[in-house]
C-alpha cells in the first residue's frame, strides 16, 4: 500500500469514526475495571457494604449532572416515576453485583457480566418486537455456552476463586437481569430524550434508594484505605456512568458490549499481578468462546431496529443510525484537525 493510499485512508470517514468510537469504548471498559476493582478492593478489606458504595457514587453523579439540569431550568423530558424506577432498578443491580465479590474472584463476576447481553436481547425481543437476524442470536448462544464455562470453573473443576464461587455466581446472573431492564430503559431515554437528564436523575433517584436502603454507616469501621476504596469506587462509576450514555448514543448496544469485554481481560491482570492469584485455563477458554460469539453477533454492523418501527415507519428510528453517523463524523473531524495542527507543527 502506497502512502498516499495510507494517508486516504487515514483521512477516511470510517477510520476516524471507528478509531473515535474504539477510544472511546476502552475508555469505558477501564472504568468498567476500576469499578470492579476497587469493589473487590473493598471487599478484601472486610467491608460488606454493597449500598454504601453506590451511595457515594449516585451522590456524586446527582451534584454535577444535577447542577447541569438545574442551571437549563426546562421541565423534565421524562416523567418523574420513570426516573425513580429506573434508579430502583440500576441500585438493585450494583447492589446483587458489588454483594458477589464478597464470594466470587474478580474474574468470574467480571466475565458473567456478559449475560446482561442475552437478557437485553430477550428484553427487546418481548418488549419491543426488535428483529434479530439467526447469526445474532447464534452468536449470544455461543456467548452464553462461555459464560457456562465460569460457572463449572467455580463449580470446583478449575477452582474457582473466592469463599462462596457459585453464590458470588448466581447473585451476579441476578444482578444482570436489573442491569438489563437498566440499559434498555436507558439506552432509549438517551436516544429519544436528553442524555444529561437521563445521568443526572439516575444520580437524584439512585442516591434516594440508596438512602433508604442502607443500614448503617457506623457499622463500617473507616480507614484511609477503606475511604479510599470508597473513593475510588465513586470516581470509576462517575466515570462509567458519564461515557456510557455517550456510547451507546454514538454507536449503540453492539460497539457497547464489544468495548466493555477487554474489562475481562485487565480483570485477570489485577487477579494475577495485584492479587498475585493463578486464574484457570477455563476462564481463558470461556473468554476466547465469549469473544467469538459476540463478534459473529456484530458481523450485521448495525444494531436491530424494533419491529413496531419499522411498520408504523417511524422515522426517528429507520433514520437513527444516520443520525449517529453524522455526530460521530463531527467529532471525528475535530480529531482529525487537532492531530493535522500536532502534525503540521512537527
Not at 252 to 274: E, K, P
Given at each position: 500500500m502506497s502512502w498516499?493510499?495510507l494517508g ?5 470517514h470510517?477510520?476516524r ?6 477510544l ?9 475495571a476500576?469499578c470492579?476493582?476497587t469493589s473487590?478492593?473493598?471487599a ?5 457494604a ?5 451511595l457515594?457514587a449516585?451522590?456524586s ?5 444535577g ?9 423534565l ?6 426516573y425513580?424506577l ?14 458477589a ?5 474478580i474474574?468470574?463476576?467480571t466475565?458473567?457480566?456478559c449475560?446482561?447481553i442475552?437478557w ?13 437476524s ?5 452468536g449470544?448462544?455461543i456467548?452464553?455456552?462461555?459464560l457456562?464455562l465460569?460457572?463449572?470453573s467455580?463449580a470446583g473443576?478449575?477452582g474457582?476463586?473466592g ?6 455466581d ?12 437498566s440499559?434498555v ?8 430524550k436528553?442524555?444529561?437528564e ?10 434516594l ?7 448503617s454507616l457506623?457499622s463500617v469501621e473507616?480507614?484511609?484505605?477503606i ?7 465513586a ?18 448496544a453492539?460497539?457497547?458490549?464489544l ?6 481481560m ?10 498475585h ?21 456484530s458481523?450485521t454492523?448495525?444494531d436491530?431496529?424494533?419491529?413496531s418501527a419499522?411498520?408504523?415507519g ?8 444516520l ?12 480529531l ?8 503540521c507543527?512537527?
Amino acid at each position: 500500500m502506497s502512502w498516499c493510499a495510507l494517508g486516504s485512508y487515514w483521512g477516511s470517514h470510517g477510520f476516524r469514526r471507528t478509531l473515535w468510537l474504539l477510544l472511546l469504548g476502552q475508555a469505558v471498559s477501564f472504568a468498567l475495571a476500576l469499578c470492579s476493582f476497587t469493589s473487590s478492593l473493598i471487599a478484601n478489606f472486610g467491608v460488606n457494604a454493597p449500598v454504601t458504595q453506590t451511595l457515594f457514587a449516585y451522590l456524586s453523579l446527582a451534584l454535577f449532572y444535577g447542577s447541569i439540569l438545574l442551571y437549563r431550568r426546562r421541565k423534565l423530558l421524562v416523567s418523574w416515576y420513570w426516573y425513580l424506577l429506573l434508579g430502583f432498578v440500576d441500585v438493585q443491580g450494583n447492589y446483587l453485583v458489588n454483594e458477589a465479590f464478597q464470594y466470587s474472584s474478580i474474574t468470574s463476576v467480571t466475565l458473567l457480566d456478559c449475560w446482561t447481553i442475552a437478557w437485553v436481547l430477550i428484553l427487546t425481543w418481548i418488549f419491543l418486537g426488535t428483529r434479530y437476524s439467526l447469526w445474532q442470536l447464534f452468536g449470544a448462544a455461543i456467548c452464553v455456552v462461555g459464560l457456562g464455562l465460569v460457572l463449572i470453573s467455580d463449580a470446583g473443576v478449575g477452582g474457582g476463586g473466592g469463599s462462596r464461587p457459585l453464590l458470588g455466581d448466581i447473585l451476579v446472573i441476578a444482578g444482570t437481569v436489573f442491569y438489563a431492564i437498566s440499559n434498555v430503559s436507558e439506552e432509549f431515554c438517551v436516544k429519544k430524550k436528553d442524555r444529561v437528564e437521563v445521568i443526572a436523575m439516575i444520580g437524584v433517584y439512585g442516591f434516594l434508594v440508596s438512602v433508604v436502603q442502607v443500614k448503617s454507616l457506623e457499622s463500617v469501621e473507616w480507614s484511609t484505605d477503606i475511604i479510599l476504596g470508597f473513593a475510588g469506587y465513586a470516581l470509576s462509576t462517575f466515570m462509567l456512568y458519564s461515557l456510557g450514555p455517550f456510547v451507546l448514543q454514538l454507536s449503540g448496544a453492539t460497539m457497547f458490549n464489544l468495548s466493555i469485554l477487554t474489562s475481562d481481560m485487565w480483570a485477570v491482570v489485577i487477579r494475577i499481578f495485584f492479587y498475585h492469584q493463578q486464574v484457570d485455563w477455563l476462564y481463558y477458554l470461556a473468554f476466547s468462546v465469549v469473544v467469538i460469539g459476540l463478534v459473529i453477533y456484530s458481523t450485521t454492523g448495525k444494531d436491530p431496529v424494533p419491529e413496531s418501527a419499522i411498520e408504523s415507519g417511524d422515522s426517528n428510528a429507520q433514520y437513527e443510525a444516520l443520525a449517529q453517523d453524522n455526530q460521530a463524523l463531527q467529532i471525528s473531524r475535530w480529531l482529525h484537525e487537532g492531530l493535522g495542527s500536532l502534525q503540521c507543527r512537527h
